[in-house]
């Protein structure tokens, strides 16, 4: 984890923070905004909302943890304001139980992160928060310091995320059949 | 199975995303976050300098009224127009900080988010009731006082258009409010609980 001296200036954490997280960062982008253009403008965002939090940042968590918040907040807006043109959103459960995303079994390494990247997409907010942290290696306890769930509830919605991710990526299509 | 891949292994795959934007110097960073505060700043004063311009021309107007009546109505308009600069300022300044972002987790910020939403739509009568208010005394002191009978049944029909428009947008905000509310009602069990269910 990556330490921090609270007396670091904005600048000082900015810098760091877009060393350390930028390609994590970008990866988080790509979970709200399939359009390029759109993301461009989510990953600027969210850079943005990073330099003006940093003025604030006390130490009182971790940076990490600060990082995914500010990240994921930023996001969660942007999706909200763009949400009137969009499919409705769905659960765990609901992606669970929809065996159409796959058509066939995933051929190579870009297909799967395609497929992967349309379902994280079509989850609400907050499930979609803990797919993406799952995905980017972070455990239970740092995922519900960021998403302030219950680590309970955390450790429920992995399960569930392991579930759907080996429905999905079972032999494409075998689910339901 | 074959072509299973194992979540440990989608992992990988995700993570491995090749990088396409660049990285931002702290130069441009904060000629964006300066650019960004301007932006906010101009249009919050372009919106409050509409308020009072609004406001002004009301005040003018009901105090050059020729009946009290339709200086009721100018007041009523005027007031209006100052209720919901008040409204824009106050709202404004409850809106998200830059330091909530990161001390919020992404539960709480999402129920601030739909709070707020929840708040606009039901306290929306406030401001709206004084211009409506202001607008039907208006169109009532011209059929008292116009001098062709011929426009009152126009008028008449305005001030039914005008009530029955301000009706249905309070109903229609407070569905939306309520819709809003069992999202949140739903969202804090949910966020709560130890057993978590779907998702609401």
Redesign the interface.
């Known amino acids: 984890m990556t330490t921090l001296d609270v007396g670091q200036t904005q ?1 000082e954490l ?2 760091e923070t ?1 060393a350390t997280f ?2 994590a960062l ?2 988080l982008a ?1 979970a709200y905004e399939a359009d ?1 253009e759109s993301r ?1 403008d989510l ?2 965002e969210i ?3 990073l ?3 940093f ?3 006390d130490g ?2 971790s940076l990490r943890t ?1 990082v995914y ?2 990240a ?3 996001a ?2 942007h999706v ?1 304001r763009q949400r009137k043109n969009n499919l409705p959103l769905v ?4 992606a669970e139980a929809a065996p159409d995303l796959n058509n066939g ?2 051929a190579d ?1 870009q297909e ?2 395609e497929r ?1 990247l349309t379902l994280v997409r079509q989850l ?4 979609r ?1 803990v797919i993406v942290s ?4 972070l455990d239970a306890a740092a995922i519900a ?6 680590p ?2 955390v450790a ?2 992995i399960h569930r ?2 579930r759907v ?2 429905v999905q ?4 299509g ?1 689910h339901g059949k | 199975m074959e072509n299973e891949l194992p979540p440990k292994d989608l992992k990988t795959i995700w993570q491995s995303q090749h990088s396409e934007a660049t990285q931002m110097s702290i130069d441009e960073i904060r000629t964006k976050a300066w650019n960004f505060e301007r932006k906010v700043r101009r249009r919050n004063l372009r919106e409050y300098f509409a308020a009072v311009v609004v406001a002004a021309g009301f005040a003018f107007f009901a105090w050059h009224s020729p009946s009290r009546m339709v200086s009721v109505g100018n007041l009523a308009v005027a007031a209006g127009a100052l209720c919901f600069a008040y409204e824009l300022h106050r709202r404004g300044s409850s809106r998200t900080k830059p330091k909530d972002l990161g001390t919020m987790g992404c539960l709480d910020f999402h129920l601030g988010q739909l709070e707020r939403q929840r708040d606009l739509l039901d306290e929306s009568w406030k401001w709206m009731i004084w211009l409506v208010l202001g607008m039907a005394v208006l169109m009532a002191a011209a059929i008292v006082t116009a001098p062709i009978r011929k426009t009152a049944p126009f008028l008449v029909v305005a001030i039914l258009w005008t009530a029955t428009w301000f009706w249905m947008m309070l109903r229609r905000n407070k569905r939306k409010a309520q819709t809003l509310q069992q999202e949140i009602d739903e969202l804090s069990r949910w966020g709560k609980s130890h057993e978590a269910g779907p998702l609401p």
């Open positions: 600048a900015y810098s877009a930028h390609a970008e990866r790509r390029p461009r990953l600027q850079h943005l909302a330099w003006r939090s003025a604030n940042f009182r968590c600060w918040r500010v994921h907040n930023a969660a807006s909200g659960s765990l459960e609901e079994a995933a390494q799967a992160l992967l609400k907010p907050l499930d928060q799952y995905l980017e290696g310091e960021i998403t302030a769930l219950s309970s509830n429920t919605r995320i392991k991710l080996a990526f079972h032999e494409g075998s």
